[in-house]
């Protein structure tokens, strides 16, 4: 009868293990995918704010068209950055 006990426990106790191992693998998961989303949603915003960073210099006038360029990569090189902050 013990033996019987004790196998009965055991499985429980494997099946127990495996259950918790999938959920915590499950909210990984989806805490990673959150990440990506956030990093995705930043890339698109620095998108726009590069744009709009580019206008207004050549707007204002106040700089060579390269030196717009320049602004708008610095720009977007840390919209890149915050994204990779967040993912990771």
Not at 29 to 44: C, L, M
């Amino acid at each position: 009868m013990s033996t019987a006990n004790n196998a009965i426990r055991g499985f429980a106790t494997g099946l127990v293990a495996v259950f918790l191992a999938l959920a915590s693998a499950h909210a990984w998961s989806t805490e990673q995918a959150q990440q990506r989303r956030a990093g995705r949603d930043v890339r698109q915003e620095t998108r726009q704010g590069a744009r709009h960073t580019k206008q207004d210099c050549r707007a204002a006038n106040q700089s060579s068209n390269a030196q717009c360029r320049q602004d708008k990569r610095n720009t977007k090189q840390g919209g890149r950055q915050t994204a990779r902050d967040i993912k990771y």
